[in-house]
């Protein structure tokens, strides 16, 4: 049982290029969400999906964007690496927004940008 | 910005000592969840109560919530070594937001 998958573990960017970070769940889960965790800072939330072709911003959007065309997948694209972007990326997903079981994470991908 | 506040941002106990975490916040809510984070790794569901609940417990853990104070509180009893972690508290109204966290270190 796999539950979410991010790929890359690890990745270092230059300043301007842009990449994508992969999220994969196969709990059939309609709800996934991508937060990044900065030192001190707990987890802030970028974008969220209630479902496949829905997608909403979080409270720190900018310099993101997500798609969601299956229930199973739901990436996280950079599209100009800024240092500011340096973070710890976390992938969650949930039976609902209200995540009345909870939400499973997972393991995360730490981002370096310079 | 964040929705939570976690106190104390860290706690050090030894093994056998009950933890105790609180966590304020400011708007209201629809639940309010606990998660465990390993040093390098996810975060992991912990226990989870309702706006309409007082107290729930699981195994060790003991969570509590009063919404006219807008705060939560985690209790540990019996702590162990495998108990060291951060723990934050996350909050669900339209969607979940995180504090800060806790971090526990329990001395063997």
């Known amino acids: 049982n796999a539950g979410v998958t991010q790929t890359p573990k690890f990745q270092v960017l230059k300043t301007g290029q842009s990449m994508t970070l992969q999220c994969a769940q196969d709990?059939?889960?309609?709800?996934m969400s991508w937060y990044r965790q900065d030192p001190g800072m707990g987890l802030r939330l970028i974008h969220y999906s209630v479902g496949a072709g829905i997608t909403d911003q979080g409270e720190v959007p900018n310099g993101y964007n997500v798609s969601r065309s299956t229930t199973e997948d739901f990436p996280l694209r950079l599209l100009s690496a800024a240092p500011s972007q340096t973070s710890v990326y976390f992938c969650a997903s949930s039976y609902s927004k209200s995540g009345v079981v909870g939400y499973t994470f997972g393991s995360g991908t730490r981002l370096t940008v310079v | 910005s964040q929705q939570g506040e976690e106190d104390p941002q860290a706690l050090s106990i030894q093994e056998g000592e009950n933890a105790t975490m609180n966590c304020s916040y400011k708007t209201s809510i629809n639940n309010l969840q606990w998660y465990r984070q390993n040093s390098g790794r996810g975060l992991v569901h912990l226990i989870l109560i309702r706006s309409n609940e007082r107290e729930k417990h699981s195994g060790r853990l003991r969570v509590t919530l009063d919404t006219s104070k807008k705060s939560s509180s985690l209790l540990i009893t019996a702590s162990r070594a495998a108990d060291t972690a951060s723990y934050f508290c996350a909050t669900v109204n339209n969607d979940m937001r995180f504090g800060a966290g806790t971090r526990l270190t329990v001395k063997p």
């Open positions: 709990m059939n889960h309609e709800y």
